[in-house]
């Protein structure tokens, strides 16, 4: 599976069925060559307007089940929260 892949599938999280989103990004370890995280943009401020203030950067470890489509997350969302940006 290639990283652009990833991009196309929804992560909903099963510990509540929240949809989170699509896959934005990810996190490697240079040293080991692995995927370490995957990230999710959070809800959009003002209707969308104003931009995003959080992601969601979840643990692979936390990856239950990747399918044709969707990613199934068991995850805490407030320890995944991560404000963006510097």
Same mark, same amino acid.
Request: charged letters at 35%.
């Given at each position: 599976?290639?990283?652009?892949? *990833?991009? +196309? @599938?929804?992560?909903?999280?099963?510990? %509540?069925? +929240?949809? *989170?989103?699509?896959?934005? #990004?990810?996190? =490697? #370890? *240079?040293?080991?060559? @692995? &995927?370490?995280? &995957? &990230?999710?943009?959070?809800? $959009? @401020? =003002?209707?969308?307007?104003?931009?995003? !203030?959080?992601? =969601?950067?979840?643990?692979?470890? #936390?990856?239950?089940?990747? /399918?044709? #489509?969707?990613?199934?997350?068991?995850? %805490?969302? !407030?320890?995944?929260?991560?404000? $963006? /940006?510097?």
């Amino acid at each position: 599976m290639r990283i652009c892949d *990833l991009k +196309e @599938k929804e992560v909903i999280n099963i510990c %509540d069925g +929240e949809r *989170l989103g699509y896959v934005e #990004d990810v996190e =490697f #370890d *240079l040293c080991s060559a @692995k &995927i370490t995280h &995957i &990230i999710v943009p959070g809800p $959009c @401020k =003002f209707f969308g307007v104003l931009g995003r !203030e959080e992601e =969601f950067v979840i643990p692979i470890c #936390d990856i239950c089940k990747i /399918g044709i #489509d969707l990613i199934l997350v068991e995850v %805490d969302l !407030e320890k995944a929260r991560k404000k $963006c /940006g510097p």
